[in-house]
C-alpha cells in the first residue's frame, strides 16, 4: 500500500520560513516524478515544484527564487524550502509522487502565511 505523508505546515509571519517533508511508504515501485502542489480557498490545485528521477526540477514562477524543493531517494523524501513567505502562499499543500504510471496524493499540510 502506498501511503505519502506531509508534514511541516503551520502558521508563519509573512518574510518566514517553513519547510515541508513528504515521505512515501511503497516497496518495490519505483519512484518517479515528485512534487509539491497547493489549492488556495477558491482556486484551483496547482504546481508549486517537481523534481524528477533524473533531477530535473520546475517551479511555478510565482515562488521560483523563493521555495527550493530536494528529494532523497534512499529515505523515499521530498522536501519543499519555502524561504520569503507571502500572504499568497497561503494555502493546503499536497505532496505527490508518481509511482510506475500512477499518481499518488497525500492528504495535504496548512500553510498560512499571514501579514
Known amino acids: 500500500q502506498v501511503q505519502l505523508v506531509e508534514s511541516g505546515g503551520g502558521l508563519v509571519r509573512a518574510g518566514g520560513s517553513l519547510r515541508l517533508s513528504c515521505v512515501i511508504t511503497?516497496?518495490?515501485?519505483?519512484?518517479?516524478?515528485m512534487g509539491w502542489y497547493r489549492q488556495a480557498p477558491g482556486k484551483l490545485r496547482e504546481l508549486v515544484a517537481r523534481?524528477?528521477?533524473?533531477?530535473?526540477?520546475n517551479y511555478a514562477e510565482s515562488v521560483q527564487g523563493r521555495f527550493t524543493i530536494s528529494r532523497n531517494n534512499g529515505e523515499k523524501k521530498v522536501d519543499l524550502q519555502m524561504n520569503s513567505l507571502k500572504v499568497e502562499d497561503t494555502a493546503v499543500y499536497y505532496c505527490?509522487?508518481?509511482?510506475?504510471?500512477?499518481?499518488?496524493w497525500g492528504k495535504g499540510t496548512l500553510v498560512t502565511v499571514s501579514s
Open positions: 505527490k509522487a508518481v509511482l510506475g504510471a500512477l499518481d499518488y
Open positions: 523534481i524528477g528521477n533524473s533531477g530535473i526540477i
Open positions: 511503497a516497496s518495490g515501485i519505483t519512484i518517479n516524478a
